[in-house]
């Protein structure tokens, strides 16, 4: 299995529900990442985990709230949203060693907020 | 941190003819130039990297080369095709930071049949 697979493709949210992103990859990857991204522009680093543990945050609101339940699965937690944070949100894994080897991106999920 | 400029931000190819896209980076120490192409409503996939020990890479119709002197690295692209058409992203990983990768703004490429 070389993907990284993403749920739901796409979501419709209001700015007081609550929903997550959920993201897996069977891969054997120690790193996996969530960005953010705007239509024609290049991603944005939101998240890294490295062997399950938080290792960079690019200073995301904490509507944002990421959680890594074990080394196959990154969540995205996602509450009080606002419409900007409407966009593409992409997983990505790489092996342990970062991004040297580089990234493998899933499909991503088209969030809007209403 | 590392700063990458890409350029030209569109290019407009008609079949056949070559695509060169160039990127500069700021940050010396950077080792790793990954390109991502990105089709429209698609994930970005890798298509080709170089690192800094080597000065030109090439997979079929499409080469890297990077020149760390000038801190510049440049796509080819030649016999292009309607599928090349697509955003290309360059990125070059700063050695501070294995996990980060700086991507330029995107070229967005059309080649006209």
Same mark, same amino acid.
């Given at each position: 299995d070389t993907e990284v697979t993403q749920t739901p493709k796409h979501l419709v949210m209001g700015m007081t529900n609550k929903k997550s992103l959920k993201c897996e990859q069977h891969?054997?990857?120690r790193a996996m990442y969530w960005y953010k991204q705007k239509a024609k522009k290049p991603p944005e680093l939101m998240f890294v985990y490295s062997y399950e543990k #938080?290792?960079?945050?690019? /200073?995301?609101?904490?509507?944002f709230s990421p959680e890594c339940p074990n080394s196959s699965l990154l969540n995205l937690h996602l509450h009080? #949203?606002?419409?900007?944070? /409407?966009a593409l949100y992409l997983c990505a894994s790489s092996q342990g060693g970062g991004v040297y080897y580089g990234y493998t991106f899933g499909s991503g999920t088209r969030l809007t907020v209403v | 941190g590392e700063n990458v400029e890409q350029h030209p931000s569109t290019l407009s190819v008609q079949e056949g003819d070559s695509a060169v896209i160039k990127c500069t980076y700021s940050?010396?120490?950077?080792?790793y130039f990954p390109w991502y192409k990105q089709e429209l409503g698609k994930r970005p996939q890798l298509i080709i990297d170089i690192r800094s020990n080597v000065g030109e890479k090439k997979d079929q119709r499409i080469a890297v080369t990077l020149n760390k002197t000038a801190k510049h690295f440049s796509l080819h692209i030649t016999?292009?095709?309607?599928?090349?058409s697509a955003v290309y992203f360059c990125a070059a990983s700063p050695r501070s930071n294995d996990y980060k990768l700086s991507f330029g703004a995107g070229t967005t490429v059309t080649v006209r049949a």
């Amino acid at each position: 299995d070389t993907e990284v697979t993403q749920t739901p493709k796409h979501l419709v949210m209001g700015m007081t529900n609550k929903k997550s992103l959920k993201c897996e990859q069977h891969m054997g990857h120690r790193a996996m990442y969530w960005y953010k991204q705007k239509a024609k522009k290049p991603p944005e680093l939101m998240f890294v985990y490295s062997y399950e543990k #938080l290792s960079i945050n690019e /200073s995301v609101p904490s509507r944002f709230s990421p959680e890594c339940p074990n080394s196959s699965l990154l969540n995205l937690h996602l509450h009080a #949203l606002q419409p900007e944070d /409407s966009a593409l949100y992409l997983c990505a894994s790489s092996q342990g060693g970062g991004v040297y080897y580089g990234y493998t991106f899933g499909s991503g999920t088209r969030l809007t907020v209403v | 941190g590392e700063n990458v400029e890409q350029h030209p931000s569109t290019l407009s190819v008609q079949e056949g003819d070559s695509a060169v896209i160039k990127c500069t980076y700021s940050d010396s120490a950077s080792n790793y130039f990954p390109w991502y192409k990105q089709e429209l409503g698609k994930r970005p996939q890798l298509i080709i990297d170089i690192r800094s020990n080597v000065g030109e890479k090439k997979d079929q119709r499409i080469a890297v080369t990077l020149n760390k002197t000038a801190k510049h690295f440049s796509l080819h692209i030649t016999e292009t095709q309607p599928e090349d058409s697509a955003v290309y992203f360059c990125a070059a990983s700063p050695r501070s930071n294995d996990y980060k990768l700086s991507f330029g703004a995107g070229t967005t490429v059309t080649v006209r049949a």
